[in-house]
């Protein structure tokens, strides 16, 4: 099997940056992909290929991959960024995709 | 625009059967891969299953493996999860998923509910 790791939870005041990690050891061979789940909705794609942000996603998202960790940054974070992030992955052979466990940012 | 609508979710005992569906519409169903991820309540999100856009190319999770079916039907722009032997462990919401040019899970459903429990 293969696992993502993210911390359960991260904390920060409005206006601070907010940075959550993900780490797996096939990350320098695959992209990760990030998607922001608010409470009671479905989760929405923010990050994908590990730093491009798709449209209509504010340019504080930002999203980074170094060896094995990837993270999401989100520089000035407001309370409506208060959710839950998710980061998603595959293996080294492509063939097992896997979700992180999830971070629940508070703002 | 892209909307996906999940249908078929509901309370069943262990051990029954449950067909979800997922109509698409807004794109071109039939140029996209197709995803279910599910989320168990309180918890995280798990993959389940993808079918490629020509509905022969398809893989499921070892959780499910040889339990849920992912299909399509090109024709009705329709998803499907036909799942059997259900356990208290696949209580959750099911999402479908949109992938595009490999870059999964670009659009969401709102998701439809299964209870497994006796």
């Known amino acids: 099997s293969y696992e993502l790791t993210q911390p359960p939870s991260v904390s920060v005041s409005p206006g601070q940056a907010a940075r959550i990690t993900c780490s797996g050891d096939a990350m320098p061979k695959s992209f990760a992909y990030w998607y922001q789940q608010k409470s009671g909705q479905a989760p929405r794609l923010i990050i994908f290929?590990?730093?491009k942000r798709p449209s209509g996603i504010p340019d504080r998202f930002s999203g980074s991959s170094s060896g094995t960790v990837a993270t999401l940054t989100i520089s000035g974070a407001q309370v409506e960024d208060e959710a839950d992030y998710h980061c998603y992955s595959t293996d080294i052979t492509g063939d097992l995709a896997v979700f992180g466990g999830g971070t629940r940012l508070t703002v | 625009q892209v909307e996906l609508v999940e249908s078929g979710g509901g309370v069943v005992q262990p051990g029954a059967s449950l067909r979800l569906a997922c109509e698409a519409s807004g794109f071109t169903f039939s140029s996209h891969g197709m995803h279910w991820v599910r989320q168990a309540p309180g918890m995280g999100l798990e993959w389940v299953a993808v079918v490629f856009y020509d509905a022969t190319t398809k893989y499921s999770a070892d959780s499910v493996k040889g339990r849920f079916t992912v299909s399509r039907d090109n024709s009705k722009n329709t998803l499907y999860l036909e799942m059997n032997g259900l356990r208290v462990e696949d209580t959750g919401l099911y999402y479908c998923?949109?992938?595009?040019?490999?870059?999964?899970?670009?659009?969401w459903g709102q998701g439809t509910l299964v209870t497994v429990s006796s």
């Open positions: 290929q590990d730093k």
């Open positions: 998923a949109r992938d595009s040019s490999g870059t999964p899970f670009d659009h």
